[in-house]
């Protein structure tokens, strides 16, 4: 068994001691459950509400556990598949600004679910090899190292989130350079000299912050072959606000800006594909304007071609299965349960 957390642990356990305490520590109701009559003894509407109280309690420190178990993502083996493995490993350069949110992708579709798609497409397209994820937006990280599990790559992208504008500090390309030439440079150190990388930077190109592009040159040597995807329309799109971002009905739905003479205007974003273009020079990859999977095929039929003309061997991998939607189905059960307690407490 493994787990695959969707919150990192550190942060549920305050989150679930901050609700615990919420639940147990309830002033107004232990009040009245304590106060007494004048013999001493407690009514009976007392010791009802005490009773409700210690099933109500009950059931919200278990809801509490479950959800921090359904948190952990557990994972069982669901058995050991045989693949073919080749020489070439995938890596993902994925920006997650607030930009990736604009609605130009395929005429009206947010860019990022552009993004997601067109990765699990890249990935459905080229079986045997292995994939890696790297993001940026206020920092970099890499979020899986290279592995033949595509189901667990494919999941971790669906589940990679937009930075909320409210903290955004401005979108930079070059955050991400270090750590896209390191990641590159120890895994050819680590892994065969033989083993090839092929690398998929997706961005719109924008730059907010106060800078220039760097030379990514250096990195070229350890690519050979790739793409730059751009996302975005000369055109624009319109920018989500992160936290309506699934309230379109929302008046706040988009974000806005004030003119220099206090006019409301929503925010759009462009392509900037001088960037994008200056990005594929540097590493010596093709540049490819994405508004629709389609364009991906002639790059992916020459990746193929690469593939079938380099050795591949066959691997065997353990294949993993989520379980945590089963601890799901109690949960939803305590809490109509819950909710029936409380609509009888207030009758």
Known sequence: MIINPIIPIWLMIIICLALTILVIYNKELKEKISSKTDDGEKTARQKELQKHYIISASIKIICIILLFIINLRLMIPNGENTILSSEFNILF???????????????????????????????????????????????????????????????????????????????SINIVKDIFESTLKQEKERQEKKTKFITFFITDGEITREEDLESFANIAQYISNGAVLGYGTDAGGKMVNSMFANDPSNEDYYMFYYDDNYNKNTAISKIDEKTLKQLATDLKIDYIQMDKTSNLDYKLRDIKEQIFNSQTTEEKINSYQDIYYYFAIPLVILLIAEFILKKRRMQ
């Open 93 to 171: 350069v994925i920006d997650t600004s607030v930009s990736m949110r604009a609605l130009d992708y395929n005429k009206d579709k947010e860019r990022f679910e552009g993004v997601i798609n067109d990765c699990c497409y890249i990935i459905d397209q080229l079986p045997g090899c292995k994939f890696s994820i790297i993001t940026f937006g206020n920092s970099a990280q890499r979020l899986i190292p290279f592995t033949n599990d595509t189901d667990m790559v494919q999941a971790e992208l669906k589940a990679i989130n937009i930075e909320y504008d409210y903290f955004a500090k401005g979108t």
